[in-house]
């Protein structure tokens, strides 16, 4: 039997960090979450993990060990240039969002691009 589970994150300003996750992964608002130190997000869909920020009052000081992937040609067989056009366009979206594009993987084509968020934590588009 699975359990339902929500990702956590610190954050030194979580509304800001909320909004853009909500706009890196389609999500929304929690409804009826209302808490001054926090900020939480779910799936419109109900389908995927909620995730949540709470404040904290220290700053990020290394790498995350663990971090979302972005998947833009998840379960769909794709030409690599196809991908790499979709890749592009959401490290362009997420940049314009306050993302910082850190580098690029390739391994005969591009298979991913290393980013941080607004507050530094790393993540990747693949």
Not at 21 to 34: C, H, R, T, V
Not at 73 to 80: I, K, L, Q, R, Y
Not at 104 to 122: A, K, R
Request: with cysteine.
């Amino acid at each position: 039997m699975t359990s339902h589970w929500t990702l956590s994150g610190d954050a030194a300003d979580p509304q800001r960090l909320a909004r853009f996750w909500a706009l890196a992964l389609g999500y929304i608002d929690e409804p009826g979450y209302d808490f001054a130190d926090g900020a939480a997000l779910i799936d419109p869909e109900g389908r995927l993990p909620a995730i949540s920020f709470l404040r904290v009052p220290e700053g990020k000081t290394a790498k995350n060990r663990l971090h979302l992937d972005i998947r833009v040609a998840a379960g769909e067989p794709m030409d690599p240039a196809v991908r790499e056009q979709r890749i592009r366009a959401k490290v362009a979206e997420l940049v314009a969002a306050g993302a910082t594009a850190v580098r690029e993987e390739s391994y005969g084509h591009l298979d991913h691009v290393v980013m941080q968020d607004p507050e530094g934590n790393e993540f990747c588009v693949a």
